[in-house]
Nanobody, 122 residues
Framework: QVQLVESGGGLVQAGGSLTLSCAAS???????????MHWYRQAPGKQRDLVAS???????NYADSVKGRFTVSRDNAKNTAYLQMNSLKPEDTAVYYC?????????????WGQGTQVTVSS
């Protein structure tokens, strides 16, 4: 059973930084079994939006709202993905979720973490 556990959320002032982690367990191939790692966020009363993605090869993609401020990375040896968030703004306040798209050739599907709250005060 694949599990994703996020950590690193908290309260920070505008302009500050946080690094979120997403630790994966339950796969014999480690994070290499996950073709894509995504970070989503959901603010109260709003839909869940894709923030950043990283492929197994290291290819990255970002939402326009976070380009230049957020950096997504993955350490396959540590089975962990990260989201480094700099120059945080109050509008970045949301619950952040880690999502893993498994390699179907290895029998893996789609997995979600429980979410971690990020609150940015003005």
């Amino acid at each position: 059973q694949v599990q994703l556990v996020e950590s690193g959320g908290g309260l920070v002032q505008a302009g500050g930084s946080l690094t979120l982690s997403c630790a994966a367990s339950g796969t014999i191939f480690g994070l290499n079994a996950m073709a894509w790692m995504h970070w989503y966020r959901q603010a109260p009363g709003k839909q869940r939006d894709l923030v950043a993605s990283i492929g197994r090869s290291g290819f990255t993609n970002y939402a326009d709202s976070v380009k230049g401020r957020f950096t997504v990375s993955r350490d396959n040896a540590k089975n962990t993905a990260y989201l480094q968030m700099n120059s945080l703004k109050p509008e970045d306040t949301a619950v952040y979720y880690c999502n893993a798209k498994g390699d179907s050739r290895l029998g893996y599907t789609d997995y979600w973490g429980q979410g971690t709250q990020v609150t940015v005060s003005s």
